[in-house]
């Protein structure tokens, strides 16, 4: 067991022994070592001005560098890999990196306190060698706010970087690449489970699947964390001690998409944007709700089991993967099982998850899934929880639909299929009249609530605009969605 | 003729002066200050009512509390007990009655932040509540007013009205907003020799920070120097706003001799300060058959919340631009600035000048 972090810390290696369980990367930088150029401004994950990147070896022996929210990670979630802040970019010599000139030459701060974050976007998309196109540039800086109203001069910098690093391949960040892959390789006693804190507040990093067992076992009360991108609000919002914290992010394959052509296992440690990235050729319906559920400091942190066993009843990821049949897995140390995820969510705040186990893996077919079609009603387009969600999902033989699954979010307590509408639309040709007969029986369905996201009668309507809206899209072949100025693809036959 | 150019001259392209330290990281905020191992951490402790007279105020088990140094209420106050821009209606600290939920109570000064926050759960106040208005439909409905309405008139609108062939009436309502300055509400304050105090403030009105800092604590102007190097945002959220931070961290430093620093974090600083007036405009206009506008009445009524603050500039800005930029003959405009039982409302880049060119727009 080893009481000490190793890292990399904006090209020096650094060992950091003696924290709280529960301190933040940010509260580290700016208290304990003094780097108060990563700012807070929100505390939660939402405004960017806390992004560092953290760098990881991937499968091809390269880094890959996830912009992160530094005020909702927790130091543990650091080991061994290596992060650089907004201090870390220049070269010794005082020579800015491409990016910071970028942002200086387009005039692009004015208050100045959203800049670090904006750079350290910039950045990561600079290193991985995408999200610098010109279609690009607004995924790569959705997690970051500027209030000054600064976005115009900001997007024009980010689109000039293109072409700078097209004709700075050789820069020195990359050559830096191989000095830091060795660096992290040899951490030295890396291979041992990491425990961070005190006994009011442990910070566990199993490296192994049995050891995380093993510490789940013996700690059955622990929270076990994923990205931290909730779990980190407990703490930084509401305050909460949490005692005892298991982190999946350090156990060797849990970070790894199994794919055997069929199915994709997706395992514990598995972020939203690794998953993004997998499926987006094969799925490109899931790849762009995945893109709407949270910007790319959110989507490279947060993971899809961490979803799922969080259990929102207004979770996006949920419906989906039970509208293209998901399976579930729970563990604990020598048994596991595996059942319909749908089967997993049994009441409001009630999961199918016995004590001691934990979610060891999602399995979900791999596509593509013609029929398959996500649609979520936020009051915020991109990065907002839904009000109602509808992944809707059917099979059709010999011009007969046979298969039918209309998971919701948001209409219960829980993620949930439509039985009713679904019956009603089992054994019919794909005709619009019959999803019309579907969306009446939604109310047999659900009793959905009134909150602050919208009121019992507008989810209702909303659902049952959206069923109908499913059928017109599959019979007319088209799809009508909102994307840029405006609703681009009408639909013939809409009322 | 010389072509002798000044540096930072209108007539090159100037780039921002902290644009590098921005791009790198070492501009720095006030939070980013490197401050003495002793520096306390201020936090304030908020009212749970909109409207309470408070009955007992006992802080006994805040003080005693691990890593508190110091507790603070209206009664450690030395001087005048008042935050407020122009009118002295807004206290640092709430005393007999609080007027809003998240209204400043008291304040503890400790160690770190996270005894701090232990620490002001410890508090034991007892609240007797009284009737709470918080909307302008309330505040209309009750008369409830900071002053007494305002008029406007030009001509004659009632008989112009009158005799239009056409009239419109009508009632449109804007909400507010939050100004989410990405740098929260921020204070240093570091005492010094003969009991002077150093602000390092991220504060639009610096000058305000000093007389109504040495006010609070008895002294002359003078023992009172404020700096802003710089503020992450402010669009008029830091004007008036900015005063009880720096007074909160002022006293503690006063009361203490250490270093004190107050910071709101994004949820205090939601739940504490102002933020743009919400309004309802009534209209009542008079045209002819070509559209013509002949006359106008308005009825405005901002939510002022609590007290003053700087609603009676920003209630003539919104009934001087009511016209826009047409030429109305007959107007009458009146305006209500209503007394609600929430945060203080305040400056907002432009004031309220859209809210007034909002109804003749409409």
Redesign the interface.
């Known amino acids: 067991m080893r009481d000490e972090i190793h890292f990399v810390l904006n090209g020096r290696i650094q060992r950091v022994a003696g924290c709280a369980g529960d301190i933040t990367l940010l509260q580290w930088l700016?208290e304990q070592a003094?780097?108060?150029?990563?700012?807070?401004?929100?505390?939660?994950g939402d405004?960017g001005?806390c992004t560092v990147t953290m760098a990881r070896p991937n499968g091809d022996g390269r880094l890959d560098y996830r912009p992160v929210n530094a005020c909702i990670l927790f130091l543990g979630m650091i080991d061994r890999a290596a992060i650089r802040?907004?201090?870390g970019?220049?070269d010794p010599d005082g020579n800015?990196h491409p990016?910071?000139t970028a942002?200086?030459?387009a005039?692009a701060?004015?208050?100045?306190?959203?800049?670090?974050g904006f750079?350290m976007s910039l950045y990561a998309a600079w290193q991985n060698g995408n999200g610098l196109a010109p279609d690009d540039i607004d995924n790569t800086l959705a997690g970051n706010?500027?209030?000054?109203t600064g976005y115009r001069p900001i997007v024009a910098a980010a689109a000039t970087l293109d072409r700078a690093r097209k004709s700075d391949i050789g820069n020195s960040d990359m050559a830096h690449d191989g000095a830091m892959l060795e660096a992290l390789k040899n951490m030295p006693d890396s291979a041992a489970d990491l425990c961070l804190g005190d006994p009011s507040c442990r910070f566990l990093a199993p490296v192994t699947r049995i050891s995380f067992a093993e510490a789940y076992a013996e700690n059955s009360e622990a929270i076990i964390v994923g990205g931290a991108t909730d779990v980190g609000l407990w703490v930084t919002?509401q305050?909460r001690k949490l005692g005892c914290m298991i982190w999946t992010g350090g156990v060797a394959g849990f970070e790894q998409i199994d794919d055997d052509g069929d199915m994709l296992r997706i395992n514990p440690a598995v972020t939203h944007q690794q998953l993004l990235q997998k499926i987006a050729d094969d799925a490109p319906e899931i790849a762009e709700l995945l893109r709407r559920f949270g910007a790319l400091q959110v989507r490279s942190s947060g993971t899809v089991c961490g979803n799922i066993a969080n259990a929102s009843p207004i979770g996006d990821l949920p419906p989906v993967l039970i509208a293209i049949g998901s399976k579930i897995e729970l563990s604990t140390g020598n048994k596991s099982r595996r059942f319909d995820l749908e089967n997993f969510f049994l009441d409001y705040a009630k999961q199918d998850r016995r004590a001691g186990e934990f979610v060891s893996a999602v399995i979900m077919p791999r596509g593509p899934h013609p029929y398959l079609r996500c649609y979520k009603i936020s009051k915020r387009f991109d990065q907002d929880i839904s009000a109602v969600m509808l992944a809707a999902n059917i099979r059709v033989r010999d011009g007969v639909i046979d298969h039918v699954r209309l998971a919701f979010g948001g209409m219960a307590g829980i993620p949930k299929r439509a039985g009713t509408a679904e019956a009603r639309l089992v054994g019919k040709p794909l005709d619009v009249e019959h999803f019309r007969d579907a969306a009446a029986a939604l109310p047999d369905d659900f009793t959905p609530l009134s909150d602050m996201r919208g009121s019992a009668e507008y989810r209702m309507l909303s659902a049952q605009n959206l069923l109908m809206k499913y059928g017109l899209e599959l019979v007319s072949g088209k799809t009508m969605r909102l994307a840029g100025d405006g609703l681009t693809t009408g639909l013939e036959g809409w009322e | 003729m010389s072509t002798r150019r000044i540096a930072g001259d209108i007539q090159t392209s100037q780039h921002h002066d902290s644009a590098a330290k921005h791009v790198c990281g070492e501009a720095v905020y006030v939070d980013d200050i490197a401050v003495p191992a002793n520096c306390l951490t201020v936090l304030i402790g908020q009212s749970s009512h909109a409207h309470a007279r408070i009955t007992r105020l006992n802080l006994s088990a805040v003080a005693a509390a691990p890593g508190v140094v110091a507790v603070m209420s209206a009664a450690d106050i030395p001087g005048v007990n008042d935050c407020g821009p122009v009118i002295h209606d807004d206290p640092v600290f709430a005393s007999d009655e609080v007027c809003y939920v998240g209204q400043s109570v008291f304040a503890v000064a400790a160690v770190n932040m996270a005894a701090a926050r232990a620490a002001i759960t410890l508090a034991d106040i007892d609240y007797e509540p009284l009737p709470a208005i918080l909307t302008i439909d309330a505040a209309m409905a009750a008369g409830s007013y900071l002053g007494p309405p305002s008029e406007m008139i030009k001509g004659d609108s009632k008989a112009a009205l009158a005799a239009a062939t056409h009239q419109l009436k009508g009632r449109l309502y804007a909400g507010g907003q939050e100004h989410f300055y990405l740098e929260g509400q921020a204070a240093l304050a570091i005492p010094g020799e003969d009991g002077d105090i150093q602000l390092f403030c991220s504060s639009q009105h610096p000058s305000e920070v000093q007389h109504k800092t040495a006010e609070m604590l008895g002294l002359a102007n003078h023992a009172v120097t404020v700096e802003t190097r710089r503020m992450g945002g402010a669009f008029g959220g830091k004007e008036s706003q900015g005063n009880l931070p720096a007074m909160t961290a002022a006293l503690a430093a006063y009361l203490t001799g250490q270093p004190a620093k107050t910071i709101y974090d994004r949820d205090d600083d939601f739940m504490l300060t102002g933020k743009r007036h919400d309004c309802r405009i009534d209209y009542h206009v008079g045209f002819d058959d070509e559209g013509r506008v002949l006359a106008v009445e308005f009825t405005q009524a901002l939510r002022c919340g609590m007290s003053w603050d700087l609603s009676a500039g920003i209630a003539a800005r919104a009934m001087c631009h009511a016209d826009n930029a047409y030429d109305i003959p007959h107007m009458k405009i009146n305006n209500y600035c209503c007394l609600t039982h929430t945060q203080s409302n305040t400056a907002f880049a432009d004031l309220a000048v859209h809210r007034g060119c909002l109804a003749s727009n409409g």
């Open positions: 700016r003094h780097l108060r150029g990563t700012k807070e401004g929100c505390a939660e405004c001005a802040t907004v201090e970019l220049a800015l990016v910071q942002m200086i030459k005039d701060s004015q208050c100045g306190f959203c800049t670090p750079i706010l500027c209030r000054c919002k305050h």
